[in-house]
């Protein structure tokens, strides 16, 4: 049984680029979080989604950042035209069903570099 | 919004000390759960609490849900080697599967 895999694991971007992060949830989890972790902070929510569905994504910046889970393939949280405060590690977490007992699996994160 | 206050920042302990850490909110919520970070990985899950007053172990970790809804410990007794981390409280303010608000942590060092 495979956990969240994110990738890449590190991403070095220059300013003004975009940056594309991916998370596959666990095999048949159909709920994905994304979260941002600043060095020596806490996480922060970013986005909830469900398959085709954003549910919250009051964590969001209003511009440049945009998230996506489709039917087929991996969520993608996506990053335009970055700037050096964009430089964080972010998590993916996938969780079965709204209904269920089961919290959150986190992946292992990817670290995103604006140089 | 929400914030969780976390103590101590950081700790300094000898091998086999047992340790204590708390979270508390201004805001109710109902779920507590207490996570491990190791460098460069994803944040673990421990322990989760979902009742006031409900106090739950997992080895040598107890944790316990405050009657209030407004805070949390986690008590690790007889500290190992690999228990060195980051500890975070997390909570949620909704039943389900919705997003949790994490403490700012708190970092455990074990001198030799």
């Known amino acids: 049984n495979a956990g969240v895999m994110q990738n890449p694991r590190h991403l070095v971007r220059r300013r003004g680029q975009e940056a594309r992060l991916r998370c596959s949830p666990v095999k048949g989890h159909s709920h994905v979080y994304w979260y941002r972790q600043l060095p020596e902070e806490g996480l922060k929510f970013m986005v909830y989604?469900?398959?085709?569905?954003?549910?919250?994504e009051s964590g969001m910046p209003k511009e440049r950042f945009s998230a996506e889970f489709p039917k087929e393939g991996p969520s993608i949280l996506r990053i335009q035209q970055v700037v050096r405060g964009d430089s964080a590690a972010y998590f993916c977490?996938?969780?079965?069903?709204?209904?269920?007992?089961?919290?959150?699996?986190f992946g292992q994160g990817t670290r995103l570099t604006v140089v | 919004g929400q914030q969780l206050n976390q103590s101590p920042q950081s700790m300094f302990i000898q091998e086999g000390e047992d340790v204590s850490m708390n979270c508390t909110s201004s805001?109710?919520?109902?779920?507590w759960l207490w996570y491990k970070q190791d460098p460069g990985e994803g944040p673990v899950l421990l322990i989760a609490l979902y009742k006031a007053g409900e106090l739950t172990s997992n080895g040598r970790l107890t944790a316990q849900f405050g009657i209030t809804r407004k805070d949390s410990f986690l008590n690790i007794s007889a500290s190992i080697p690999s228990d060195v981390g980051i500890y975070f409280c997390a909570g949620r303010a909704n039943f389900g599967n919705e997003k949790l608000t994490f403490g700012t942590g708190t970092r455990l060092t074990i001198i030799p």
């Open positions: 805001s109710i919520f109902n779920t």
């Open positions: 989604l469900q398959k085709e569905n954003i549910i919250d």
């Open positions: 977490a996938s969780s079965p069903s709204r209904q269920s007992n089961t919290e959150a699996f």
